[in-house]
């Protein structure tokens, strides 16, 4: 036990992204529950009073019970069921809106962060809070208000013993095994380059007090991270849903909304009845998020990245990929269809670039300012030391790519990317759940002593 | 009673029995009592090829198959979920691990020694204004900077990140080191120092920070980094041009010294020629700098004989330093009974095969010349020594051993010399008595002495019949009577030198 350095106290790991929430016992190799970070309320009572902002004022439902936590607390003013977990929003409720509180990897809205968190750790873990220490993961460029509020939840509200606040740069550093590393973190909704140093982050360069404000993209500062999988995104569906000369524009419904459909040939129109008892009350929002996992999920089955740079009669060598939607419409994509949208990634077109001014960083430009940021001494080091995580990352071709497009610049670079799935999606958690099982570590904890005699301040203190 | 054995002979002569054969005589035929003494531990197959002299490596005990690990007495051990107080916190924060049951839950905890504090400076009033005032820097800053470094464990890297000073001027990297160590230089030097002076010494010396020599060295990373790519071909091409050159000077040294050997021989003491690894090393900066002088003098071959830098490169005569060494490391290897054999100077010092591997000294043990093996072997054998076994091949044995070989086959030769100068004699002689009888039989006198008497009535009929046919033959039926002489024996041989000598 002493000998590898692990002194398990069953702490919890708690990993809040901007698709999951991921959440399991220290010392595992997976989380124990992986829960969608969306959920969906309805409003009951009086729904024409309420605008769809009604859960900002602070009188959440928390959610109870199984069958995605669908429950309510009865005020007598409005009644807003929350509806979290795996059954949650993905299941068609009349009038169900669809809200994410995570933006860009932080979390934005905090109002239903302590439902997520109490239907993670009693619906999900079964466990009780209050006996159990809880690592909580941050992004680098979170905001010092918004980890003291973390904690604050934490305490206050779930009552746990001990709390710690930890970077997820760091902590994907730490599943790699490393200590000093350049994580390249591909998100559902961010990318970013986070230099780490012995185990903290680099976050010189933009001038503010402590932490970069946040943009989207931070030129000055060692992290650097953009909205890139975002305008990957946006492309697969504007590809998608635009007409062509060699199909017409793809329908969106997600099959909640299809009463039934016949199978027709490739690239014929589909034959599908919508099931108008539901068109009535489906939200914009919902349908929207539904669409969205319906692109994702054609993206993740069919794009892909060439490695060696774009080059239209490569990417037409790697064939055709056959998809079906939910309507029933399938087709052949071709190869440079798919890969079309991984470019995005790396290169931009100059049509692209003169019509949006604020386009995303691509990865070797985030990647060399986040370089040219830190000292040049450390640069070889943070060179052969690349860390590829991130489910974003899983992208089919993605690390050999990044590897020809760094050494096309630097010389000696290595990346590690794990091969396991589990190991990149999941890499922060894994960290985490390193880092807290850790015999010297339990020294680090904020007990909710030291947070009752020294207040907030405590959280920047500890959590360097 | 076929089997009489020399044993049985000697029992019944009471003869002492035959001495045991000495280490380096042929080892006699182990008898069948000494063979049944097999120890354990070792296959008949074995033991009868090696015989009794067994090697101590040999493990002679019978071997044992591993020993089961022993997993805590074989009983089942009881955990039990137990809160611990962790020695490296301040507060009361109890948290909670498995233990085996019996462990004292008020033992200190484990990992609480790895709570390591640096040692972090502090400095007064009194002292910052003494020693430490500086005008770049205010005492509030340098408290924060102190501050900052004790925070993140003096990681540089980390502290300049985080350095944000309110109203303070922009600090490098190096500013902030060069500000924390000479700080901490002063007060060491200041302070009463209680260790020895060895110690402040050490820690003044890791204390050491060399301002502008690091802000140089960054320099020259940063200009590395900054590189164009068209600088970096070229860098790449001079690499190239540098390493065909040295490859174009081993040529023509290669081929120097194959002319040297020719036209000198041994005279040109090409065999001492060491290759000077230190000259090519050397060359290249100054190729460099010559090519990057003109590019266009590429296609011009220097040769080394020609060029000033070859002799830098070979040197005809043995290395002066090497001699030297040789002589200071003399009294070390007295000291350590090491004695340097002297490697044979090869021919082309730089080729595999003129390279010797270690090897065992009974593996070189000196072997007389194929051509007098047999009769070597014999005369050795007739002093009863083995010439092929050594027991103790040690260094002054194997000296004793290729000494006796030498003496040996000098004797050999000697022997065969003789042989053969006798043999000579004895020929001559044969001749000489001949010529003499010739001379007899023409003057009709016979003289038959033994054996020889017959021969030489032959000889006579022989000779009647040649000569009538013709005088000129003479010649002839000498050449023929020395032919038959040679069958001659010896004690007429001796004879004969006489006669031919008093001829």
């Given at each position: 036990?002493?000998?590898?350095?692990?002194?398990?106290?069953?702490?919890?790991?708690?990993d809040i992204g901007t698709s999951s929430i991921r959440?399991?016992?220290?010392?595992?190799d997976t989380p124990?529950a992986i829960i969608p970070t969306t959920y969906g309320?309805?409003?009951?009572?009086?729904?024409?009073?309420?605008?769809?902002?009604?859960?900002?004022?602070?009188?959440?439902?928390?959610?109870?019970?199984?069958?995605g936590?669908?429950?309510?607390?009865?005020?007598?003013?409005?009644?807003?069921?929350?509806h979290i977990g795996s059954n949650g929003p993905s299941l068609w409720r009349?009038?169900m809106k669809v809200n994410n509180p995570v933006q860009n990897g932080i979390?934005?809205?905090?109002?239903?962060?302590?439902?997520?968190?109490?239907?993670?750790?009693?619906?999900?873990?079964?466990?009780?809070?209050?006996?159990?220490?809880?690592?909580?993961t941050?992004p680098?460029?979170?905001?010092?208000?918004?980890?003291?509020?973390?904690?604050?939840?934490?305490?206050?509200?779930?009552?746990?013993?001990?709390?710690?606040?930890?970077?997820t740069g760091?902590?994907n550093?730490?599943a790699a095994?490393?200590?000093?590393?350049l994580v390249v973190d591909i998100g559902h909704s961010a990318a970013s380059v986070t230099?780490?140093?012995?185990?903290?982050?680099?976050?010189?360069?933009?001038?503010?007090?402590?932490?970069?404000?946040?943009?989207l993209v931070?030129?000055?500062?060692?992290?650097a991270h953009s909205a890139l999988p975002q305008l990957v995104h946006a492309h697969a569906r504007h590809m998608l849903t635009t007409p062509s000369s060699r199909r017409p524009a793809i329908q969106l419904y997600p099959h909640q909304l299809i009463a039934h459909k016949q199978p027709v040939d490739a690239g014929v129109a589909p034959k599908f009845e919508l099931r108008k008892?539901r068109l009535?009350?489906t939200t914009d929002s919902w349908k929207q998020w539904y669409e969205a996992k319906e692109v994702d999920e054609w993206i993740q089955s069919v794009a892909g990245i060439l490695d060696q740079g774009w080059n239209e009669h490569a990417a037409n060598t790697r064939g055709m990929r056959h998809y079906e939607f939910p309507t029933g419409y399938n087709n052949y994509f071709s190869g440079i269809e798919r890969h079309s949208v991984g470019e995005q990634f790396f290169t931009h077109s100059p049509q692209l670039i003169a019509s949006n001014p604020n386009l995303p960083k691509p990865i070797p430009n985030l990647i060399s300012?986040s370089?040219?940021?830190?000292?040049?001494?450390?640069?070889?080091?943070?060179?052969?030391?690349i860390v590829l995580t991130g489910g974003g990352s899983l992208f089919a071709g993605f690390a050999d790519r990044l590897q020809a497009e760094l050494s096309r610049i630097?010389?000696?670079v290595k990346i590690h990317a794990p091969g396991n799935p589990a190991e990149r999606r999941f890499g922060g958690w894994l960290?985490?759940?390193?880092?807290?099982?850790?015999?010297?570590?339990?020294?680090?904890?904020?007990?909710?002593?030291?947070?009752?005699?020294?207040?907030?301040?405590?959280?920047?203190?500890?959590?360097? | 009673?076929?089997?009489?054995?020399?044993?049985?002979?000697?029992?019944?002569?009471?003869?002492?029995?035959?001495?045991?054969?000495?280490?380096?005589?042929?080892?006699?035929?182990?008898?069948?009592?000494?063979?049944?003494?097999?120890?354990?531990?070792?296959?008949?197959?074995?033991?009868?090829?090696?015989?009794?002299?067994?090697?101590?490596?040999?493990?002679?005990?019978?071997?044992?198959?591993?020993?089961?690990?022993?997993?805590?007495?074989?009983?089942?051990?009881?955990?039990?979920?137990?809160?611990?107080?962790?020695?490296?916190?301040?507060?009361?924060?109890?948290?909670?691990?498995?233990?085996?049951?019996?462990?004292?839950?008020?033992?200190?905890?484990?990992?609480?020694?790895?709570?390591?504090?640096?040692?972090?400076?502090?400095?007064?009033?009194?002292?910052?204004?003494?020693?430490?005032?500086?005008?770049?820097?205010?005492?509030?800053?340098?408290?924060?900077?102190?501050?900052?470094?004790?925070?993140?464990?003096?990681?540089?890297?980390?502290?300049?990140?985080?350095?944000?000073?309110?109203?303070?001027?922009?600090?490098?990297?190096?500013?902030?080191?060069?500000?924390?160590?000479?700080?901490?230089?002063?007060?060491?030097?200041?302070?009463?120092?209680?260790?020895?002076?060895?110690?402040?010494?050490?820690?003044?010396?890791?204390?050491?920070?060399?301002?502008?020599?690091?802000?140089?060295?960054?320099?020259?990373?940063?200009?590395?980094?900054?590189?164009?790519?068209?600088?970096?071909?070229?860098?790449?091409?001079?690499?190239?041009?540098?390493?065909?050159?040295?490859?174009?000077?081993?040529?023509?040294?290669?081929?120097?010294?194959?002319?040297?050997?020719?036209?000198?021989?041994?005279?040109?003491?090409?065999?001492?020629?060491?290759?000077?690894?230190?000259?090519?090393?050397?060359?290249?900066?100054?190729?460099?700098?010559?090519?990057?002088?003109?590019?266009?003098?590429?296609?011009?071959?220097?040769?080394?004989?020609?060029?000033?830098?070859?002799?830098?490169?070979?040197?005809?005569?043995?290395?002066?330093?090497?001699?030297?060494?040789?002589?200071?490391?003399?009294?070390?290897?007295?000291?350590?009974?090491?004695?340097?054999?002297?490697?044979?100077?090869?021919?082309?010092?730089?080729?595999?095969?003129?390279?010797?591997?270690?090897?065992?000294?009974?593996?070189?043990?000196?072997?007389?010349?194929?051509?007098?093996?047999?009769?070597?072997?014999?005369?050795?054998?007739?002093?009863?020594?083995?010439?092929?076994?050594?027991?103790?091949?040690?260094?002054?044995?194997?000296?004793?051993?290729?000494?006796?070989?030498?003496?040996?086959?000098?004797?050999?030769?000697?022997?065969?010399?003789?042989?053969?100068?006798?043999?000579?004699?004895?020929?001559?002689?044969?001749?000489?008595?001949?010529?003499?009888?010739?001379?007899?039989?023409?003057?009709?006198?016979?003289?038959?002495?033994?054996?020889?008497?017959?021969?030489?009535?032959?000889?006579?009929?022989?000779?009647?019949?040649?000569?009538?046919?013709?005088?000129?033959?003479?010649?002839?039926?000498?050449?023929?009577?020395?032919?038959?002489?040679?069958?001659?024996?010896?004690?007429?041989?001796?004879?004969?030198?006489?006669?031919?000598?008093?001829?």
């Amino acid at each position: 036990m002493v000998n590898y350095g692990g002194d398990e106290v069953a702490a919890l790991v708690l990993d809040i992204g901007t698709s999951s929430i991921r959440v399991g016992y220290a010392g595992d190799d997976t989380p124990k529950a992986i829960i969608p970070t969306t959920y969906g309320y309805t409003e009951t009572d009086e729904p024409s009073s309420e605008p769809a902002n009604a859960n900002a004022d602070g009188d959440v439902a928390m959610a109870e019970g199984e069958e995605g936590g669908a429950a309510g607390t009865q005020s007598a003013k409005k009644k807003v069921k929350l509806h979290i977990g795996s059954n949650g929003p993905s299941l068609w409720r009349a009038g169900m809106k669809v809200n994410n509180p995570v933006q860009n990897g932080i979390i934005q809205d905090f109002e239903p962060i302590p439902s997520l968190i109490s239907y993670a750790l009693e619906q999900a873990l079964r466990c009780n809070p209050s006996e159990h220490p809880i690592l909580v993961t941050e992004p680098a460029w979170n905001t010092p208000a918004n980890r003291e509020r973390m904690a604050e939840i934490l305490f206050e509200e779930f009552n746990v013993p001990a709390f710690y606040i930890s970077n997820t740069g760091v902590l994907n550093a730490f599943a790699a095994g490393k200590g000093s590393a350049l994580v390249v973190d591909i998100g559902h909704s961010a990318a970013s380059v986070t230099p780490v140093v012995d185990g903290f982050v680099m976050r010189r360069g933009t001038g503010s007090l402590t932490y970069p404000c946040i943009s989207l993209v931070d030129t000055f500062s060692g992290l650097a991270h953009s909205a890139l999988p975002q305008l990957v995104h946006a492309h697969a569906r504007h590809m998608l849903t635009t007409p062509s000369s060699r199909r017409p524009a793809i329908q969106l419904y997600p099959h909640q909304l299809i009463a039934h459909k016949q199978p027709v040939d490739a690239g014929v129109a589909p034959k599908f009845e919508l099931r108008k008892d539901r068109l009535e009350g489906t939200t914009d929002s919902w349908k929207q998020w539904y669409e969205a996992k319906e692109v994702d999920e054609w993206i993740q089955s069919v794009a892909g990245i060439l490695d060696q740079g774009w080059n239209e009669h490569a990417a037409n060598t790697r064939g055709m990929r056959h998809y079906e939607f939910p309507t029933g419409y399938n087709n052949y994509f071709s190869g440079i269809e798919r890969h079309s949208v991984g470019e995005q990634f790396f290169t931009h077109s100059p049509q692209l670039i003169a019509s949006n001014p604020n386009l995303p960083k691509p990865i070797p430009n985030l990647i060399s300012s986040s370089l040219n940021a830190c000292d040049m001494e450390i640069r070889q080091v943070l060179l052969g030391n690349i860390v590829l995580t991130g489910g974003g990352s899983l992208f089919a071709g993605f690390a050999d790519r990044l590897q020809a497009e760094l050494s096309r610049i630097h010389s000696h670079v290595k990346i590690h990317a794990p091969g396991n799935p589990a190991e990149r999606r999941f890499g922060g958690w894994l960290g985490g759940s390193i880092l807290a099982s850790l015999g010297t570590f339990h020294q680090l904890w904020i007990s909710k002593e030291e947070w009752q005699e020294h207040g907030r301040p405590i959280v920047g203190q500890r959590c360097k | 009673m076929a089997g009489a054995s020399a044993a049985d002979v000697r029992s019944i002569l009471s003869l002492p029995s035959a001495p045991t054969p000495g280490p380096s005589q042929p080892r006699k035929q182990s008898n069948a009592a000494e063979r049944a003494r097999k120890p354990d531990g070792i296959s008949r197959e074995l033991y009868s090829l090696i015989g009794p002299s067994v090697p101590t490596l040999a493990q002679l005990a019978k071997p044992r198959l591993k020993q089961k690990p022993n997993l805590g007495g074989g009983g089942r051990v009881k955990w039990e979920w137990q809160s611990f107080k962790n020695g490296a916190r301040s507060d009361s924060l109890r948290l909670s691990h498995w233990t085996k049951a019996g462990t004292d839950p008020d033992a200190e905890y484990p990992f609480a020694k790895y709570n390591v504090q640096p040692t972090s400076y502090v400095f007064s009033q009194d002292e910052y204004t003494r020693f430490l005032e500086d005008k770049d820097w205010t005492k509030e800053e340098t408290d924060y900077l102190f501050e900052l470094v004790r925070e993140y464990d003096s990681r540089f890297y980390i502290v300049h990140d985080r350095y944000e000073f309110p109203g303070g001027p922009q600090r490098s990297l190096e500013d902030l080191r060069d500000r924390y160590c000479s700080v901490c230089r002063k007060l060491v030097r200041n302070r009463p120092w209680a260790g020895d002076e060895a110690a402040k010494m050490q820690l003044l010396s890791s204390l050491q920070f060399d301002k502008d020599r690091e802000v140089t060295r960054k320099k020259y990373i940063a200009s590395l980094e900054s590189r164009t790519p068209q600088q970096k071909a070229e860098e790449e091409a001079l690499f190239i041009e540098l390493k065909r050159l040295e490859q174009n000077e081993r040529r023509f040294k290669k081929d120097r010294d194959e002319l040297l050997r020719t036209l000198l021989g041994i005279e040109s003491g090409l065999p001492d020629i060491q290759v000077d690894e230190d000259g090519l090393v050397s060359a290249p900066p100054d190729t460099k700098k010559r090519k990057r002088g003109h590019h266009s003098a590429t296609a011009e071959p220097e040769t080394p004989v020609a060029s000033g830098s070859a002799t830098q490169i070979i040197s005809l005569v043995p290395s002066a330093p090497k001699k030297a060494q040789s002589a200071k490391s003399a009294a070390y290897d007295a000291l350590h009974c090491i004695h340097r054999s002297e490697v044979p100077p090869a021919a082309a010092p730089t080729t595999k095969a003129a390279h010797q591997p270690v090897y065992l000294r009974s593996y070189k043990l000196p072997t007389p010349k194929v051509a007098s093996t047999a009769k070597v072997a014999q005369a050795l054998g007739e002093l009863g020594i083995s010439s092929t076994r050594l027991v103790m091949p040690t260094r002054e044995n194997c000296a004793q051993l290729e000494s006796l070989l030498e003496t040996a086959s000098a004797l050999v030769e000697t022997k065969k010399v003789v042989d053969k100068v006798e043999h000579d004699i004895r020929v001559l002689k044969e001749r000489m008595g001949m010529g003499e009888r010739d001379s007899e039989a023409e003057d009709g006198e016979a003289q038959t002495p033994g054996d020889e008497g017959a021969e030489g009535e032959m000889e006579g009929r022989a000779q009647s019949v040649v000569s009538t046919r013709s005088t000129r033959s003479v010649r002839s039926r000498k050449q023929s009577s020395r032919r038959s002489m040679s069958i001659s024996s010896v004690d007429t041989s001796a004879t004969g030198a006489m006669k031919r000598k008093r001829y």
